[in-house]
């Protein structure tokens, strides 16, 4: 079986281009991962998602071991063979989902114990039992177990997290064991504070992983302080191994983690905001509810190839969503995807060729026009 591995093509300034090799096919990075939460991108069909220039997805374990169960899934062929897509997933290790939940969930050494939002069923989530999930599903990319902190924290009690984490993707690593073909990433916590980051960066390289995540943004603090972090954050971690953040985000918060030296992305919003009638443009976003679209023959993007742009105008994408039509959310959702990969693609095209200083430049100009009014 062929293994895992990374191989860094070309670099411009912080920027980097490479690809990653897995049994289950390579995966251009940069790289944007759509978010197949409980073993599907909402509103898309698998060969769909593909076809947006997607090389990976990425899955929930806290959901899919509350519904449909871990054990069933491994019982029906594992993940892939589950939702129908044969190309690398990589699955994140329940850790923020249980943090999200708040007053339904206890902290200790050992792990989390919580209720399901589901059933209010209780369960316990430790390194050790996450990465059995994920073995169970069948992940190509394993995420190690980590906590978290809500914002607002104090030094202190991020501080104190980040020592969690650290000895919990110790525990990972131990029980992940050897499985060749398959991959398992730490994550860097410590806030927004350089010290506590680069502590966190040395305790995972002692350890050992395929790749590492850095974690702990996202979650409220700000396009500023996220990027302040990422000035640091990624020459924290080893050159040779791919940089994953985790959660993120907005178009221009996708280009400005690259100018940084990210490789790796994951977000809802593409998929939820097509839900909600919100669709992402070279122009910016385009709130189709709105009724000066009503009567708009114009496609959403005149410059993009997705089936919404070459088949279908402003004026039914319109009224689609306002009839609340089931395919208004495929429409919108194969749109936003298919941007969001087109600026994966123009990204790593840029850094091959030492342009991307003057595509990020046309980038920003572009959206800085906004939605042209109908003439």
Known sequence: MTGFSFDLQATDGKARAGLISTPRGEIRTPAFMPVGTAATVKAMLPENVHETGADILLGN????????????????GGLHEFMNWGRPILTDSGGFQVMSLADLRKLSEEGVTFKSHID??????????????????????????DECPALP????????????????????????????????????????????????????????????AIGGLAVGEGQEAMFGVLDYAPDQLPVDKPRYLMGVGKPDDIVGAVKLGVDMMDCVLPSRSGRTGQAFTRRGVVNIK??????????????????????????????????????????????????????????????????????????????????????
């Open 290 to 375: 709105n009724a000066r679209h009503a009567d708009d023959p114009r496609p959403l993007d005149e410059a993009c190839t997705c089936p919404a742009c070459s088949s279908y105008s402003r004026a039914y994408l319109h009224h689609v969503f306002r009839a609340g039509e089931i395919i208004s959310s495929m429409l919108l959702t194969w749109h936003n995807l298919h941007y969001y990969q087109e600026i994966m693609g123009g990204m790593r095209e840029a850094i091959a060729k030492r342009q991307f200083e003057a595509w990020e430049t046309g980038f920003h100009a572009t959206r800085a026009l906004g939605d042209i009014e109908p003439q």
């Open 120 to 145: 209010g069923s209780r369960h316990m989530l430790s390194p050790e039992t996450s990465m059995e999930i994920q073995r169970l599903l069948g992940s190509d990319i394993v995420m190690c177990f």
């Open 153 to 212: 924290a104090t030094e202190e009690q991020v501080a104190d997290s980040m020592r969690l984490s650290m000895r919990w993707a110790a525990r990972s690593r131990d029980a992940f064991g050897d499985r060749p073909g398959h991959a398992l990433f730490g994550i860097q916590q410590g806030g927004v504070t350089e010290e506590l980051r680069g502590e966190s960066a040395e305790a995972l390289k002692a350890i050992g992983f395929d790749g590492y």
């Open 61 to 76: 374990t806290y959901h899919l071991m509350l519904r449909p169960g871990a054990e069933r899934v491994a019982a029906l």
